[in-house]
């Protein structure tokens, strides 16, 4: 299966902006749907975009106009690029599947805070 390994989280102040990463690392098998995942400090994990092989994404409403999915099929690599983050989207963020099927990596945190 590989394992997921995302990066790119950090301290922002309000407003300003991250761009995240994934990738699907000693896996060649191709994902068809990737998403990014969040959780926030004792919440549950939740789905915050997603983008499937031939382009479609989805996001939350929370997110949606703020937050920009990217990804390369062919090599299981995804991006998400935050814009406008507010403090409420401080948590840590995760990539897999959609749905679920692969390990949880360690995430990326992001911490939203003046």
């Known amino acids: 299966q590989g394992q997921l390994v995302e990066s790119g989280g950090g301290l922002v102040q309000p407003g300003g902006s991250l761009r995240l990463s994934c990738a699907a690392v000693?896996?060649?098998?191709?994902?068809?749907?990737m998403g990014w995942y969040r959780q926030a400090p004792g919440k549950q994990r939740e789905l915050v975009a997603a983008?499937?092989?031939?382009?479609?994404?989805n996001y939350a409403d929370s997110v949606k106009g703020r937050f920009t999915i990217s990804r390369d099929g062919a090599k299981n690599t995804m991006s998400l690029q935050m814009n406008s983050l507010k403090i409420e989207d401080t948590a840590v963020y995760y990539c897999n599947s959609v749905p679920v099927m692969r390990p949880w990596g360690q995430g990326t945190r992001v911490t939203v805070s003046s």
């Open positions: 000693g896996s060649s098998v191709p994902i068809s749907v």
């Open positions: 983008c499937a092989s031939g382009g479609n994404t």
